[in-house]
Structure formats: C-alpha cells, structure tokens
C-alpha cells in the first residue's frame, strides 16, 4: 500500500513537471514572455502593451493581475488602442474615469486558463460560437475563420487573436488587434 502510495505521487510529480516544462516561452513585443513568471512581470517588457501597461497601472488592476488566477486575457496591443477615437485613451487614464477604466479593463480578463485549443473545443461544442463570461460581469463570443481565432464584443466588434497561448504562472495571455468594449 505504501508503495503504491509513494508511485502515484512520483507518477503525478512526473506528469505534472512534464507539464509545466512543456510551456514554450513566447516572443511578444520583442520581448520573451517566461511561463513561470506573471501576467504583469512579463507584459511590462513587451513594447506592444505599453499602453496596455499603462492603463492596468491606472486601473488599480496590477495587484489582481499579479495574483494567484489563473487568468484568460486577451490582451490589445498599443496599435489597438490607437483605433479608439482620438483622446479615448487619454480621457480614461483620468483618475476620475477609474472605475470606467476597470469595467473595460477587467471586460478583456475571463477566469480560469483557456488556451486557444480550449475555446476551439468550445467553438466546436457550440456549433461555430463560444461565449465567455468576463470578469466585468460582461460576454465575449470567440470563433474562427479559417484557422484564426477571433472575439466579438457585446457590440458587435470584432478582434482577431494575432499570438495565442502566451502562457503565465497564473494563467494565459492571447494578444489582439483591436479593444473589445463592454455594452454602455
């Protein structure tokens, strides 16, 4: 009994470092992003987020962020934010539009880990749609065209995935090209 005791332990000691090795480190902006550091660690060296850096930094977000998770976010790149009417990011830097800030912010986290191999099992499931619920209490709805994976707000905007998988510590980051809003 003891034996076997001592077995299943090393077999899951085995399977699970297998595991945690097996997560590759990503090139996002230039920058390596390492598994086994966390979702603000390793965006604030990625020169695509700065603006996303930024905004979670004037959020009151980079604490939850740095928590245990694990977190899904479907990070904008600084080019995605550029899309947005001329001063929108600048307006809701203001102290006064923190909270605005946070409901959009937290619109782009989805609890758990869901790589891209877990939301197209989810589009599959769903017959072409996968609705996520968001953090802000929000939906956004993945799907794919072709081979790439794409997000739909609650507004009909649509971002596409342009790096999956960045794996975290404390979760996964999937890199957009556009910000998804929440319904106003």
């Given at each position: 009994?003891?034996?076997?005791?001592?077995?299943?332990?090393?077999?899951?000691?085995?399977?699970?470092?297998?595991?945690?090795?097996?997560?590759?480190?990503?090139?996002?902006?230039?920058?390596?992003?390492?598994?086994?550091?966390?979702?603000?660690?390793?965006?604030?060296?990625?020169?695509?987020?700065?603006?996303?850096?930024?905004?979670?930094?004037?959020?009151?977000?980079?604490?939850?962020?740095?928590?245990?998770?694990?977190?899904?976010?479907?990070?904008?790149?600084?080019?995605?934010?550029?899309?947005?009417?001329?001063?929108?990011?600048?307006?809701?830097?203001?102290?006064?539009?923190?909270?605005?800030?946070?409901?959009?912010?937290?619109?782009?986290?989805?609890?758990?880990?869901?790589?891209?191999?877990?939301?197209?099992?989810?589009?599959?499931?769903?017959k072409g749609k996968a609705t996520m619920k968001?953090?802000?209490?929000?939906?956004?709805?993945?799907?794919?065209?072709?081979?790439?994976?794409?997000?739909?707000?609650?507004?009909?905007?649509?971002?596409?995935?342009?790096?999956?998988?960045?794996?975290?510590?404390?979760?996964?980051?999937?890199?957009?090209?556009?910000?998804?809003?929440?319904?106003?």
């Amino acid at each position: 009994m003891k034996t076997r005791k001592i077995l299943s332990v090393a077999l899951f000691a085995l399977v699970f470092g297998a595991t945690s090795f097996a997560q590759k480190t990503v090139m996002v902006g230039g920058a390596a992003m390492y598994p086994t550091k966390n979702i603000i660690e390793n965006a604030v060296n990625s020169k695509d987020h700065t603006t996303l850096v930024a905004a979670v930094k004037a959020a009151d977000l980079v604490g939850t962020l740095q928590g245990k998770g694990p977190f899904t976010v479907f990070a904008p790149t600084n080019a995605a934010f550029d899309k947005l009417p001329m001063g929108t990011v600048e307006t809701l830097l203001k102290p006064e539009n923190k909270k605005m800030l946070q409901t959009i912010l937290t619109y782009h986290v989805v609890a758990g880990k869901m790589n891209a191999s877990d939301i197209a099992k989810a589009i599959k499931m769903g017959k072409g749609k996968a609705t996520m619920k968001t953090v802000s209490g929000g939906t956004l709805t993945a799907w794919m065209k072709g081979k790439k994976m794409y997000i739909t707000d609650e507004n009909g905007g649509m971002s596409m995935v342009t790096i999956a998988d960045v794996n975290q510590s404390n979760g996964v980051i999937h890199v957009i090209d556009t910000v998804v809003l929440p319904k106003s």
